[in-house]
Nanobody
Framework: QVQLVESGGGLVQAGGSLRLSCAAS????????MGWFRQAPGKEREFVAA????????YYADSVRGRFTISRDNVKNTVYLQMNSLKPEDTAVYSC???????????????WGQGTQVTVSS
């Protein structure tokens, strides 16, 4: 069992930056692929970014590519999402997730965190 806890959310002005962290306990993250998802009020949860268990291979939604960067530190058992050039439409609850290697990185995750709120003001 993997427990995931996100942090780093908050209120930021458009054009600003935030770095989200996802700390894991219970198991080492080094054997899991990791993803970030977000859900805005009244909308479906959507894929944001993912990184393979090896760290070799990152994937992004078109809406965030070039602005967001996912990374991982397997020693610290933590995954990060660096978010730059934030826009009001990035406002959402951001959750991290872990999955066993294999298959698509955009869905079918095994473990989820509770999420952290990101609000971008215009």
């Amino acid at each position: 069992q993997v427990q995931l806890v996100e942090s780093g959310g908050g209120l930021v002005q458009a054009g600003g930056s935030l770095r989200l962290s996802c700390a894991a306990s219970g198991r080492t993250l080094s054997t899991y692929s990791m993803g970030w998802f977000r859900q805005a009020p009244g909308k479906e949860r959507e894929f944001v970014a993912a990184i393979r268990w090896s760290g070799r291979g990152t994937y992004y939604a078109d809406s965030v590519r070039g602005r967001f960067t996912i990374s991982r530190d397997n020693v610290k058992n933590t995954v990060y999402l660096q978010m730059n050039s934030l826009k009001p439409e990035d406002t959402a609850v951001y959750s991290c997730a872990a999955k066993h290697p294999g298959g698509s990185l955009t869905d079918d995750y095994d473990y989820w965190g509770q999420g952290t709120q990101v609000t971008v003001s215009s």
